[in-house]
């Protein structure tokens, strides 16, 4: 199949949550969303966002699981925020179980997804990170499974 794919440019850290936010509002149980990008790239305001999508409280603080490796949230859907940046191997990744959350009944985000792409489920939405400048981030969601097409296209009716 071919990957599709929604090219984004956010100029801020509020307009990264809200681009999350929109993300957010149309994922359901199941979903699995796998973030690349450098530190600072903007991960984290942006599943900031998604969380806010999925109902979870604005004062609720998401913070980048770097040292507990996964953060659970409760909104909508389950939301389990996962950061594989400290793990130096893919067995470490499997040591630690975070790969059984892609089979939970929520929704997952994780950072430097990009580290083990071949252990992630094929109907998740990649979201590559890059900095322009000090405040441009371009955001490229991608996918080409029927879930993440789907969620692309929700994207592009929202538009930015």
């Given amino acids: 199949m071919k990957e599709e794919c929604v090219i984004y440019h956010t100029t801020s850290a509020g307009e990264t949550v809200d ?14 969303i796998s973030l690349a990008g450098e530190l600072g790239s903007g991960k984290t305001w942006f599943t900031k966002g ?8 604005w004062d609720m603080v998401i913070t980048s699981p770097s040292f507990s490796l996964v953060n ?10 996962l950061d594989a940046y400290r793990l130096e191997s893919l067995a470490d990744f499997l040591a630690a179980g975070l790969d059984e959350y892609f089979y939970q009944d929520g929704v997952v985000v994780m ?5 083990w792409p071949e252990i992630l489920p094929d109907y998740r939405l990649k979201c590559e990170f890059v900095i322009t400048d000090d405040h441009t981030r371009k955001i490229t969601m991608s996918g080409y499974h029927p879930r993440s097409v789907e969620i692309l296209k929700h994207m592009e ?3 930015r």
């Fill in 19 to 32: 681009l999350g936010r929109q993300l957010g509002e149309c994922l359901t149980r199941g979903d699995v």
């Fill in 50 to 57: 998604v969380g806010l999508g999925l109902g979870i409280a």
């Fill in 72 to 81: 659970e949230y409760e909104g909508r859907h389950t939301l389990f925020h």
């Fill in 111 to 115: 950072e430097w997804a990009d580290r």
């Fill in 157 to 159: 009716k929202v538009g």
